[in-house]
């Protein structure tokens, strides 16, 4: 399975991230999974005429190209024209070979938030008219339409996350190349399921604090993120707290709140980001699935009932309280 | 009679390149420098709140994701007037470094080193072993140091959560605090690293490379038994003659970074044959020959303006021209080492002047130079004591905030007005190296290197214009924001 990547809109952490993979070599566990790297422009060889011809066997088909993935913003403007990224070389905006690739391959890849939904580039007054692949924003459509189907029927897939782990990437391809990538594996915004179907909150080490509600104040400290610092933990869709990132990170373990960043609209959550907005002292954005009632209910008791040892080391920013050793009843 | 000829897309560089070129009597007259995308971030960065800067400046760029939030960070802490305390500023400084050691391996291994690989080489007597070793996606050597490269980006993981995009690096200090089983295992991390730089890319403890001090002496170090990259790369250059091709503006500006508890590891400053005082307010941002709309004179970035227009007439990129005193001036890893006095450094601009085996050099140099100090920094933390201080919130007020990331001097401006940033201007190391031409018709630090090349207007380029351009190691993202 021969695989194209191209990169508009976007700032190419999705590329950077990949090359962080922790299986080897990334590039042996590509030719490992079967998959063949046509052309990158960060690390294939050619370059400038070569590269140009090779995109240009790509779009009229003399190359078939059986996965096209797409990284960074779909850029429309200045007024539809697509002039704020032309592919180098050349006078075409970069939109036009996009459109006329994914219309020949057999499946197209949106690798990150930006080419999926928009993303970062597309916050603000959105001064580029940037979009995803097959959404702007929550809304289906983007630079190729609702009705995008590939030559499978499948829709545009996407990896979003703001940037993807590189396994969601890898594993998205493998799968691909293995021929074990139905429409049954994609969630309702086309993620894949193997990752879109778990919580950020699943497996956050902060769990205890969040069971007491024991929240930090401000940054540093170890309590929970969600009830002041922002943390969408609880409604994000990812793995990043089971899979974790460079080793033994993720957004939570560095301390600072996760902002959803898989999600549609990511970039523009209409409060500060690391500020949890609330109505009458009660976070608007309850956990996934979670009653309002049940949610407040719960926090009073669990508030009531937080040992002195998760309140005070919520605070601090190491442990105050190592928590008691119970002895087996002889 | 010349001939123009564009070409497109560089690759192997961080973002969109492309470059006209007008040829006469075989060699390059003028090269025009274009960065084809833009994406607007200081408008998008217009009227939020300061605090989200730093969601969405490490999202200019995936490979100075750090450098910008350190940027950004710094620039708030301005603004604030705070400082970290010291565990704050010794974490700042680690995240930094990490990232800026690992671009300058990926630059190395991943970006400049396949085009010697390339066919154009065939016939030399090297050319079969580079191929072997430096070929894109299956040389021996990329296959090597993707590994090393994600262990070592593991400090990361500790230190900052993830990368890229972090928002562990804060004005007050780090979100992250470590404590002594986790200093212990970035403690293990750094020495493993050591390890793979020792065998792999040098041949030699890092002290040795960081105390070479002149041209012969990296010469007679060459000379003897070890192996290492750096080796075969010294042999190429000499071999392609590489210390004579590239040369720029020989102007030199770093605004230094790494915060020690008195001034700097690598202070701030500007060479020019001679150290001269860095003089910040003698920045300005000329537009005459980049698509935005002019608003006067070339502003200083405290007072600029990103104001795009479809188009303009004379204007050919997408970068703003960055000049220091109405200078163009080169930044970057060898430019940092040039500023510092690293003799090294200052012994392979004497004679020719920067040359694309300087700048190599100067990266790998920084390898063995950063490392040791991030071990010290790690020594330097103090589980316990504070991490991070909240910075108070103002409404009216302005800052700035300069850095080094790995291809050169990175600054942030802020100004807020009402509690909002009402301008945030950035200009980044390629902005300096890669720029256009100014209202002078001053050509860009790429576009002097360029000019004099041998070209062809119809034969493949030349391998020795793709060393020039990645030789800056130049990141486009940032570069156009």
């Not at chain 1, 309702?188 to 929240?215: I, M, T």
């Not at chain 2, 894109?136 to 993830?162: D, E, H, Y």
């Not at chain 2, 793979?196 to 105390?211: D, N, P, R, S």
């Not at chain 2, 031409?437 to 034969?459: I, M, N, V």
Request: proline share 6%.
């Amino acid at each position: 399975m021969n695989l194209l990547w191209l990169q508009s809109g976007g700032c190419g952490g999705c590329t950077l991230s990949w090359l962080g993979s922790e299986h080897g070599s990334l590039f042996r566990e590509l030719a490992d999974e079967g998959i063949d790297l046509l052309w990158h422009p960060s690390v294939s060889e050619a370059g400038v005429d070569e590269a140009r011809e090779l995109i240009e066997q790509c779009a009229d088909g003399r190359t078939a190209v059986d996965v096209l993935c797409i990284e960074g913003s779909l850029l429309r403007g200045p007024r539809g024209t697509g002039g704020f990224h032309r592919f180098g070389g050349g006078a075409r905006p970069m939109i036009d070979w996009v459109r006329q690739i994914a219309a020949r391959a057999q499946h197209v890849v949106a690798v990150g938030s930006c080419s999926s939904w928009g993303g970062i580039t597309a916050a603000g007054m959105n001064p580029t008219d940037a979009c995803g692949l097959q959404y702007d924003g929550e809304a289906t459509g983007g630079l190729l339409g609702p009705d995008f189907r590939d030559r499978t029927g499948l829709p545009v897939i996407n990896v979003a996350g703001c940037p993807p782990h590189p396994d969601w990437i890898t594993e998205t391809l493998a799968a691909l190349a293995h021929g074990k990538l139905g429409a049954q594996h994609l969630d309702e915004y086309g993620r894949p399921r193997f990752y879109a179907d778990q919580l950020v909150h699943h497996g956050c080490p902060r769990n205890e604090y969040y069971e007491f509600k024991a929240s930090a104040s401000r940054h540093s400290e170890q309590g929970c993120l969600m009830e002041q610092l922002g943390c969408k933990g609880t409604q994000a869709h990812a793995d990043c707290n089971q899979r974790l990132w460079n080793g033994e990170g993720s957004c939570l373990r560095g301390g600072y709140a996760c902002i959803r960043c898989t999600d549609p609209g990511f970039e523009e959550p209409g409060h500060p980001f690391t500020t949890t907005p609330k109505v009458a002292g009660i976070p608007l954005g309850l956990p996934a699935d979670m009653p309002k009632a049940w949610f407040i209910a719960l926090a009073a008791l669990s508030k009531s009932a937080t040992p002195a040892r998760v309140r005070e080391n919520a605070h601090s920013d190491h442990l105050l309280r190592a928590p008691s050793v119970k002895r087996t009843k002889r | 009679m010349s001939t123009r000829r564009i070409v497109g897309p560089f690759n192997r560089v961080e973002g969109d390149l492309e470059i006209t070129l007008d040829i006469a009597d075989g060699k390059i007259a003028a090269a025009y420098v274009n960065s084809p995308l833009y994406r607007g971030f200081e408008q998008i960065l217009q009227g939020k709140l300061p605090a989200d800067a730093l969601v969405l400046v490490p999202r200019i760029c995936g490979i100075c994701s750090v450098a910008q939030s350190a940027a950004s960070a710094l620039a708030l802490a301005d603004a604030a007037g705070i400082e970290p305390p010291q565990n704050g500023r010794l974490a700042a400084n680690l995240t930094l470094a990490t990232e800026n050691l690992a671009d300058h391996l990926t630059h190395f291994y991943l970006f400049f080193m396949p085009d010697f690989a390339r066919a154009d080489y065939a016939g030399r007597p090297w050319h079969a072993a580079t191929t072997e070793r430096f070929r894109a996606t299956v040389g021996s050597a990329p296959n090597q140091v993707l590994p090393a490269r994600a262990r070592f980006m593991q400090m990361m993981g500790l230190l900052a959560g993830k990368w890229p995009h972090t928002l562990a690096v804060q004005p007050g200090g780090s979100t992250r605090p470590l404590q002594s089983s986790e200093i212990f295992r970035l403690h293990r991390t750094l020495r493993e690293f050591r390890e793979f730089l020792e065998a792999v890319t040098f041949g030699a403890k890092l002290e040795e490379i960081a105390a070479l001090a002149s041209r012969a002496g990296l010469e007679a170090w060459r000379e003897k038994a070890g192996g290492g990259d750096l080796r075969t790369f010294l042999a190429i250059a000499g071999d392609l003659d590489l210390w004579h091709l590239g040369r720029g503006t020989d102007r030199f500006m770093s605004y230094g970074c790494y915060r020690e508890e008195n001034g700097r590891l690598f202070p701030p400053g500007l060479w020019h044959g001679a150290a001269a005082t860095l003089d910040i307010a003698a920045i300005r941002e000329d537009i005459t020959h980049a698509w935005y709309a002019a608003a006067g004179l070339p502003q200083h970035p405290a007072e600029g303006s990103t104001l795009p227009v479809a188009e303009k007439d004379g204007a050919y990129s997408w970068c703003k021209a960055p000049r220091l005193a109405g200078q163009v001036v080169e930044t970057g890893a060898l430019a940092r080492q040039v500023v510092a006095g690293h003799p090294l450094a200052r012994d392979m601009i004497e004679g020719y002047g920067a040359s694309v085996a300087a700048r190599v050099v100067a990266r790998l140099l920084e390898l063995a130079l950063v490392l040791p100090a991030m071990e010290r920094w790690l020594a330097e933390l103090a589980p316990g004591e504070p991490w991070c201080i909240t910075a108070p919130a103002a409404d009216e007020t302005s800052g700035v905030g300069l850095i080094e990331a790995a291809r050169g001097s990175l600054g942030h401006w802020i100004t807020v007005r009402r509690g909002r940033i009402h301008n945030y201007q950035i200009v980044a190391p390629t902005t300096w190296n890669f720029s256009p031409r100014d209202s002078a018709g001053q050509p860009g630090a790429l576009e002097q290197a360029l000019a004099g090349l041998p070209a062809s207007a119809t034969e493949p380029l030349p391998a020795a214009i793709h060393h020039v351009v990645r030789s800056f190691d130049p990141c486009m993202v940032c570069t156009v924001h």
